[in-house]
């Protein structure tokens, strides 16, 4: 795009080849053959296993992965609730108002994911709401982290629609609860489900805040994998990788199909 | 019989509209005027998306919005139906379930709002295009959904803002004719909002013409084709239009440029002509015009198969002419000639 003679683009392509390979496409590759290698001595792998791969979708591991997927539709869920909520009220605030909530639901993106996880921690560590040691603090953690993303997806296709639609809706009849839910917010379905599957990816790879609050009764995959590397067990951890990655795929494909579908 | 009967006052900083409207049942009645005019605001205030400031909207003998007396009827409370100008079909449902909507918030079953909404296009020629979501329907099509989901309801008063202005040239001209049959069959009282004049002169019984918020001439098309008001209506209707003295069979129009009339003629009067009665000559005419003055051509735009020429000098009109005469007389901007008008041409009315 932009350049038109033959020879920049191939020169443009050759740039974009070399800067994708190696920072993009080879770590996954390593990646997958890690998780399928006997043993690792020389370039490639001397040995195929699919050995790891068993490993990662037993016992314990799946355990890990049911709680990644718990955490993050939790979390989702929640943000994607609270976003819509989010951006239709702001939208409706008062000028003055509406810039200091737009902020506000911003803020997250703005503050480092560990220091959202310690925040939380040293906050529910003691009563009153003492949540230390149970699940609801990693899943308090992902929604604080995901909620900025799934609000501003939203809010930026509400700035989209035009309020007309609304005013259509009412001159037929509609009183303002039946505008929102028959007109308004399944205009926004497209923007809900791509806030959806933000906050399920983003959720599924959280590591930063998780790492400061997880319970050992709850802990997600992206940690299991942190853990795993750091012990040493690298062809075990690429293989839990590559599940991860494979479920979030699969989630997110699933997503787009079943919105798709709706809009037809 | 009166079914709307409303006087719009709406007050912003620099704008006021104050315009009287009444509308009886089964009447088309169109609004016309120029942009920034108070259209759209008028038929927002109708519609009860904008308050009035003063002023009242009294549909159906019911008083639905009057601020003296603090009495205010929000939008969906309000027998009125509106087809906005963009339409505004909503994308995420079907044309049928678009029409079906107000049936059913008006408490329709479900069945029932879906029965009535196939009859509508069906009436509308759209059986075949029920399913559709709007993005694949034609513009002419969205047109015709928009006035069906908008009749669907049964309004007592039918809003109509620019109903063909968002469509080609081609689709306008059939949908045209198409909303004047179906506007024809509605039986509640009908305002169509239009800054296009055929619009108003094919589609409405009476037009109504506002600028700067006022209503500056009224009456029906024939009247107002024949004796424009203002310079907004005569560019309108196409005609010169002049106001000025009247003393016999003379008018004196501009800088006491004397211009002959057939009528007698006597007060302050309007004289009117139009383009076609201008004839163009390179020297001054001997002929049986009574009216004849030194002009200037100013611009010369196509206008149809003629051309038309606007002309400065004593009185500024617009000429039109032939491609042969122009040629002829070698018509371009800065070219001296005369102007000629027979007094018979020059139709003269008091103010």
């Known amino acids: 795009m932009l350049v038109w003679s033959r020879r920049g683009r191939a020169l443009l392509w050759t740039v974009f080849a070399l800067v994708f390979v190696p920072v993009v496409l080879a770590p ?41 997927l718990q955490t993050a539709f939790l979390a989702g869920i929640g943000a994607v609730i609270v976003g819509v909520w989010g951006a239709l009220a702001v939208r409706e605030a008062p000028p003055a108002a509406r810039r200091i909530a737009d902020a506000a639901m911003h803020l997250p993106i703005a503050v480092p994911s ?5 925040g939380l921690l040293t906050a529910f560590s003691r009563p009153p709401i003492a949540l230390n040691g149970t699940m609801w603090l990693v899943v308090i953690a992902h929604f604080v982290l995901v909620l900025a993303f799934a609000y501003s997806t939203v809010s930026a296709a509400l700035e989209r629609t035009d309020p007309a639609y609304a005013q259509v809706a009412a001159s037929l009849g509609a009183s ?49 994998i942190f853990t795993l590397t750091d012990r040493g067990k690298v062809f075990l951890a690429s293989a839990e990788t590559v599940v991860l990655l494979a479920t979030t795929v699969v989630i997110l494909v699933g997503l787009g199909v079943a919105t798709r579908r709706g809009r037809r | 019989m009166t079914v709307l009967d409303a006087h719009l006052v709406v007050e912003r900083e620099t704008f006021r509209l104050d315009v009287p409207l009444r509308i009886a049942a089964g009447e088309v009645v169109a609004l016309l005027g120029p942009n920034g005019a108070g259209k759209t605001t008028a038929l927002r205030a109708l519609a009860g998306l904008r308050p009035l400031t003063a002023g009242h909207v009294t ?41 079906a909507f107000g049936p059913r918030r008006r408490g329709l079953a479900k069945r029932d709002a879906r029965a009535k909404a196939a009859d509508w296009l069906k009436r509308m020629d759209l059986t075949d295009y029920a399913a559709r979501k709007p993005r694949h329907l034609s513009g002419g099509q969205a047109q015709r959904v928009a006035l069906a989901r908008a009749l669907a309801v049964e309004p007592t008063l039918l809003l109509l803002d620019e109903p063909l202005a968002a469509l080609d040239a081609r689709t306008r001209l059939d949908t045209r004719t198409e909303l004047h049959t179906h506007l024809g069959e ?24 506002i600028e700067d918020g006022r209503v500056v001439q009224e009456g029906d098309a024939a009247a107002v084709t024949a004796r424009p008001r203002t310079d907004y209506v005569a560019r309108l209707v196409g005609l010169n239009l002049f106001r000025g003295h009247g003393d016999g069979h003379d008018v004196r129009v501009g800088a006491d440029f004397p211009l002959a009339v057939a009528d007698r003629v006597s007060g302050e009067v309007f004289a009117a002509f139009p ?57 371009v901007p800065g070219r001296e000639v005369w102007a000629a008008v027979k007094a018979t041409q020059v139709r003269a009315y008091p103010v």
């Not at chain 1, 560990?114 to 310690?118: I, K, N």
């Not at chain 2, 042969?324 to 070698?330: C, K």
């Open chain 1, 28 to 68: 996954l590759a390593v990646l997958v053959l890690a998780a399928v290698a006997g043993s690792w001595n020389g370039v490639l792998p001397t040995g195929y296993t699919t050995g790891h791969l068993g490993d990662a979708l037993a016992g314990e591991q799946v355990a890990s992965l049911s709680v990644s």
């Open chain 1, 114 to 118: 560990v220091v959202v996880g310690l």
């Open chain 1, 176 to 224: 303002p609860m039946r505008v929102l839910w028959r007109v308004r917010v399944p205009m926004l379905m497209p923007a809900v489900s791509a806030a959806a599957s933000l906050s399920l990816a983003l959720s599924m790879g959280e590591v930063g805040a998780t790492i400061m609050v997880y319970p050992a009764s709850w802990r997600p995959l992206s940690v299991t």
């Open chain 2, 59 to 99: 549909l159906d003998g019911l008083d639905l919005d009057r601020p003296g007396s603090r009495l205010w009827t929000p939008v969906e409370r309000r027998r009125v139906g509106v087809v906005f100008q963009d339409y505004l079909l909503f994308p995420h449902l079907s044309a049928l379930d678009n029409v």
């Open chain 2, 186 to 209: 509605h039986a509640g009282a009908t305002l169509l909002v239009t800054h296009d004049p055929l619009d108003a002169l094919i589609l409405a019984d009476r037009l109504v013409i």
């Open chain 2, 275 to 331: 383009p076609s009665a201008v004839a163009l000559h390179p020297e001054r005419p001997e002929g049986s015009a009574r009216n004849t003055w030194p002009a200037t051509v100013a611009s010369v735009q196509h206008n149809g198969d003629n051309l038309r020429v606007r002309l400065d000098g004593p009185i500024p009109v617009a000429a039109d002419v032939t491609p042969a005469a122009v040629a002829q007389l070698r018509l």
